[in-house]
């Protein structure tokens, strides 16, 4: 059984900085990918950076140069530093964790269909 728990949200004014935290148990391959992903009321779930075992790091081109991704192999614990943040940054954001068992892409997925290990979301909030 695969467990992803994530967490470091909250509310911080524009321009402010926090880091989000995201540690998976259960996965028995030493290759796989973790990812976060954010979610706003009415829109659809959409990838904000990913990162694999290999340490390849893919971002959505909105967060490029403000949010910076990392990963740790020995606990499998992954961190998003989010610096500058923006009102539009605000949702709830979701870790989520994928073993590797075959051909590997090019870089790590930030398609929400290429996930099926999910943690219950952490908030956050980012005011004027």
């Known amino acids: 059984q695969v467990r992803v728990v994530e967490s470091g949200g909250g509310s911080v004014q524009s321009g402010g900085s926090l880091r989000l935290s995201c540690v998976v148990s259960?996965?028995?391959?030493?290759?796989?990918?973790m990812a976060w992903f954010r979610q706003a009321p009415g829109n659809e779930r959409e990838g904000v950076a990913a990162?694999?075992?290999?340490?390849?790091?893919n971002y959505a081109d909105s967060v490029k140069g403000r949010f910076a991704i990392s990963l740790h192999n020995a606990t499998k614990k992954t961190y998003l530093q989010m610096e500058n943040l923006k009102p539009e940054d605000t949702g709830m954001y979701y870790c989520?964790?994928?073993?590797?068992?075959?051909?590997?892409?090019?870089?790590?997925?930030?398609?929400?269909?290429?996930?099926?290990?999910w943690g219950q979301g952490t908030q956050v909030s980012v005011s004027s």
């Open positions: 990162v694999d075992s290999d340490g390849k790091i």
């Open positions: 989520a964790a994928e073993p590797i068992g075959g051909l590997r892409p090019l870089n790590p997925y930030l398609l929400r269909n290429e996930y099926n290990n």
């Open positions: 259960g996965l028995t391959y030493s290759t796989y990918s």
